[in-house]
């Protein structure tokens, strides 16, 4: 029998893909969030689907028939607070709230183990007080840690992308952070192989024009014939001059005055240069002005599928629902492969402890 997940604040469910993939079963997932939540159903149709505000479901309604039987909750509540300077806050800070829901799911259910994704100053705000609090928060649960930052590119993922990580385990020592792989893919690596569309241009549905060229490309293509979610952005004549200012490996340097703006995001205007890794993707990814998600050589941002190829994301994971609650979807998510090995990791010390 495959271990059981419960995966908190899914999203679409990179977490859980990750662990499908390392062989366990998820059984239940939350999203506040509809359209998401039916973009999650669509990829994952056998796991139990609560949509809803965490803060609203009864516990016992909806989670008594888990508790001590569940293997691993994951999950990554968002916490604000940490980013914050000056008055000291804590876990508990209001707007932290959400990762009160995570604790108290861990407390409720009992899990074997359970994982925890955030932003890296959560281990270092306020001189390691949030770090020093989240340990003294689950020990008195009976959970002992394991913590670290995560960069995805050490794991087979085409982006810088930096996540603090904790594993707990009740009551035995947690398995380590999963080493890093020592292989890295470029951004090329990764989308090399897709149609090279012009500004709106694309379809929802696709045949695949271009052969297989690298190994990241194989795997990212099993199981799929179809190619979904390749559409260029529909850019403004305005955007368009500006882009075709830029050449490969450039960026706003070659912009004239009068076509400068105000962004604050870094990257903005700059084409990712095809022969390294991505900045970090985020919801406005077809945007060129909001960071450096401009082709490496066409006129246009990345497309969906693009982004998603970025993270990690197999071409047979559809995202659906709105352009803008897709970009949501593929920039909020947990890179499935990072996932995988953190949940090979726990996996491996199943078993070692004849736990599974």
């Given at each position: 029998m495959k271990p059981k997940v419960i995966d908190l604040f899914s999203g679409v469910g990179g977490f859980s893909l990750g662990f499908e993939k390392a062989g366990f079963d998820i059984v239940l997932a939350n999203e506040y969030d509809a359209e998401i939540a039916k973009s999650y159903m669509f990829n994952h149709p056998s796991t139990k689907m609560i949509i809803g505000d965490i803060t609203d479901l009864d516990y016992e309604h909806e989670f008594s028939d888990y508790v001590g039987g569940i293997d691993v909750i994951v999950g990554g509540p968002?916490?604000?607070?940490?980013?914050?300077?000056?008055?000291?806050?804590?876990?508990?800070?209001?707007?932290?709230?959400?990762?009160?829901?995570?604790?108290?799911?861990?407390?409720?259910i009992q899990p074997k183990y359970f994982v925890m994704e955030n932003v890296p100053n959560l281990f270092t705000s306020e001189k390691g007080f949030f770090k020093n609090e989240l340990e003294n928060l689950f020990n008195e649960l009976g959970y002992d840690l394991s913590?670290?930052?995560?960069?995805?590119?050490?794991?087979?993922?085409?982006?810088?992308?930096?996540?603090?990580?904790?594993?707990?385990k009740k009551h035995g020592k947690p398995p380590?952070?999963?080493?890093?792989?020592?292989?890295?893919?470029?951004?090329?690596?990764?989308?090399?192989?897709?149609?090279?569309?012009?500004?709106?241009?694309?379809?929802?549905?696709?045949?695949?024009?271009?052969?297989?060229?690298?190994?990241?490309?194989?795997?990212?293509r099993r199981y799929s014939d179809i190619l979904y979610n390749h559409i260029a952005t529909n850019h403004s004549s305005l955007a368009l001059e500006r882009l075709a200012l830029i050449p490969p490996n450039g960026g706003k340097e070659f912009l004239p005055k009068?076509?400068?703006?105000?962004?604050?995001?870094?990257?903005?205007?700059?084409?990712?240069?095809?022969?390294?890794?991505?900045?970090?993707?985020?919801?406005?990814?077809?945007?060129?002005?909001?960071?450096?998600?401009?082709?490496?050589?066409?006129?246009?941002?990345?497309?969906?599928?693009?982004?998603?190829?970025?993270?990690?994301?197999?071409?047979?994971?559809?995202?659906?629902?709105?352009?803008?609650?897709q970009m949501k979807q593929v920039?909020?998510?947990?890179?499935?492969?990072?996932?995988?090995?953190?949940?090979?990791?726990?996996?491996?010390d199943l078993k070692l402890k004849n736990l599974v």
């Open positions: 968002p916490c604000q607070g940490f980013s914050q300077k000056g008055q000291r806050k804590t876990i508990l800070d209001e707007r932290n709230f959400l990762f009160q829901y995570f604790v108290k799911a861990v407390s409720y913590m670290g930052v995560m960069n995805a590119s050490d794991y087979g993922v085409p982006q810088h992308r930096r996540r603090a990580i904790v594993i707990g380590l952070l999963p080493p890093k792989l020592g292989k890295s893919v470029t951004i090329w690596d990764a989308i090399s192989d897709l149609a090279y569309l012009s500004s709106g241009e694309g379809a929802e549905q696709q045949e695949y024009l271009f052969s297989i060229q690298s190994s990241y490309q194989e795997l990212m009068e076509h400068l703006t105000k962004s604050i995001y870094s990257g903005t205007w700059s084409r990712m240069v095809k022969d390294e890794m991505s900045v970090t993707i985020t919801t406005r990814f077809d945007t060129p002005s909001s960071g450096k998600f401009t082709h490496p050589f066409l006129n246009r941002a990345i497309t969906v599928r693009e982004a998603a190829r970025i993270q990690s994301f197999p071409d047979f994971f559809r995202f659906i629902g709105s352009k803008s609650s920039g909020n998510a947990v890179p499935p492969l990072m996932a995988q090995c953190i949940a090979s990791a726990i996996l491996d």
